[in-house]
């Protein structure tokens, strides 16, 4: 699983109300829901995204509410995958439950500038700034991470489960 | 090898001996719960995933409080969506406007918080339960669809950091001064990933309600929970649940072994802890109240689900009592239940809140994550007794919100900047 994009780049501890305002929570819709996304981050973001486009950004990213509407806002804004130091907890859960790849790699979440071109394979861990030919090793994924990848998500890999209960 | 509470609570739920910390096991769910944000994106997920039934209906509670009343059309929709939901499949614990309140208040105080559980909720601060010895942890809406329909929840087992507390308390000093100091102390990542586990003379002499600010604020500094040990205060606590009720009759008692293995331990001398405030934006950024009287506010908010207990309402109450709130300055008071609501209502504390000048909610989240019921304009700042001060937590992201304990946040509404209460009074003498 490997994507190309050009980077959008933060700082540590990203929340989830910059993510996606708590104002735009009256709904579930992706479409809509991305029209907002870092809004109170960066308002220009929404208009600069272009698909396959990656977010690195430093500690602690999506701390915060439990709302999964911020890994929903970043992949319906396009967003093929996010890059960062360190995932606060709840959004590591959502990001592998709903299928939005992320890569834990703090050298990489420091090196890699905004603009920069990378190429980014997740299962693999492996990171290519192709602006500036450097490349890095991020933290492979679990088992059990892989398996739920693998799976589609969650909700996939929950029923392959009660199948297997049932047989 | 010794086991710490939570991983004793994880084994059990997990049905296996023992369980190590980074280990990710699937954990039976004893109580999983969602709200008017989280559960109408989990139904579609569940819907759209082809299940057509709950694993079991009695483990599952639904509670709109986010942004209920509804406050708009689309709120109205997505509300109607989970009262829906929860006729058709039998879910007898859907509680909404008029029969409940906040989430974090309402699932221990009806006694549905057993002691040894597994609590897992569509809202990050479901670490609250650790006040009465479970294990509860805050999920997105996927992981509660997935619990709903298989009963299950994947867990990595966190390693414990346990924070040892010593000394008493000065005046005006309660649980929300306590954590402010803590995450200020470790950061909004300090325990990312990991259990906090809350003890010391300090945590056996706070009360319940400071035990339950304690740990809904554990998500504050990354943790997966806050656990406090079981004690007196918990059982007095369980034992006054309603007659029946499986905070009652249910769950089973669990301790941390004296040779059981922490990330760390970090000691805190609570007597020297002043009143604290966390200024703009991260709750990390903690100084005494006291260094912040040349900041003027436009807002007061006391409640939610981290100070809307009625403790929290007379704490305040107790500062406001013949005085008045400044003329500059709104403040409202969102009781955490129908039931605080009521005890409020009758003890005095109500009439004191609303005599200087209070405005009184009905229950809701509404204000603390600038939903309604006091929204912030450019350029105005609040005091609140919530837990998040993010750009735009409260309203515009030029707004601005500092976290304090209700005493604080009384003192604050009267000075019309932020003050202790021992400042105000003082002022009141010199008058």
Known sequence: MAFEGTVHKYGRDVDTDVIIPARYLNTNDPAELARHCMEDIDPGFVARVRPGDIIVAGENFGCGSSREHAPVAIRAAGVSCVVAASFARIFYRNAFNTGLPIVVCPHAAREIEAGDRVRVDVVEGRIEDLTTGKTYAAEAYPPFMRELVASGGLLPYVKKRLAEDEA | ?431
């Open chain 2, 1 to 431: 090898m010794g086991q710490t509470v939570t991983e004793k609570i994880i084994a059990r739920a997990a049905g296996l001996e023992a369980v190590r910390a980074g280990e990710i096991v699937e954990a039976r769910v004893d109580l999983a719960l969602a709200n008017d944000v989280t559960a109408p994106l989990a139904i579609a997920e569940f819907e759209d995933a082809g299940f057509d039934k709950v694993s079991d209906p009695a483990r599952i509670v639904l509670v709109p409080d986010h942004f209920t009343p509804n406050k708009d059309i689309k709120t109205a929709g997505q509300v109607k969506k989970v009262r829906e939901f929860a006729r058709k499949h039998g879910i007898a614990h859907f509680f909404e406007t008029g029969r409940a309140g906040i989430e974090h208040v309402i699932l221990p105080d009806m006694g549905l918080v057993a002691p040894g559980d597994l609590v897992i909720g569509a809202d990050s601060h479901t670490c609250t339960y650790g006040a009465v010895a479970a294990f509860s942890t805050g999920v997105g809406s996927t992981d509660f669809a997935a619990a709903m329909a298989w009963g299950r929840v994947w867990l990595r087992v966190p390693q414990t950091i346990k924070f040892v507390y010593h000394g008493r308390p000065g005046r005006h000093v309660v649980g929300k001064d306590l954590m402010l100091h803590t995450i200020g102390m470790v950061g909004v990542d300090g325990a990312l990933y990991k259990a906090m586990e809350f003890a010391g003379e300090a945590i056996e002499d706070l009360p319940i309600d400071g035990r339950f600010t304690m740990c809904n604020m554990a998500i504050e500094a990354g943790g997966k929970s806050g656990i406090v040990g079981f004690d007196k205060k918990t059982t007095q606590y369980l034992q006054s649940r309603p007659v029946g009720s499986r905070a009652r009759t249910a769950g089973q008692v669990f301790a941390s072994d004296p040779e059981a293995e922490y990330a760390q331990v970090v000691e805190i001398d609570a007597g020297a802890i002043r009143p604290t405030v966390a200024k703009p934006h991260l709750p990390s950024n903690t100084v005494p109240a006291e260094d912040l009287a040349d900041v003027r506010i436009d807002q007061v908010v006391v409640g939610s689900c981290t100070n809307g207990r009625l403790a929290d309402l007379q704490q305040a109450a107790e500062v406001l009592k013949g005085r008045a709130v400044h003329p500059d300055v709104r403040l409202i008071i969102l009781p955490g239940s129908q039931e605080v609501f009521l005890a409020a209502s009758r003890d005095g504390t109500m009439q004191a809140l609303v005599e200087a000048g209070a405005a009184f909610s009905t229950p809701t989240c509404g204000a603390c994550l600038g939903g309604h019921m006091g929204v912030l304009a450019a350029g105005e700042r609040a005091v609140a007794t919530t837990n998040r001060n993010f750009v735009g937590r409260m309203g515009d992201p030029e707004s601005e919100v500092y976290l304090a304990n209700p005493y604080v946040a009384a003192a604050s509404a009267i000075a019309g900047h932020i003050a202790t209460p021992d400042m105000v009074t003082t002022a009141k003498g010199g008058a």
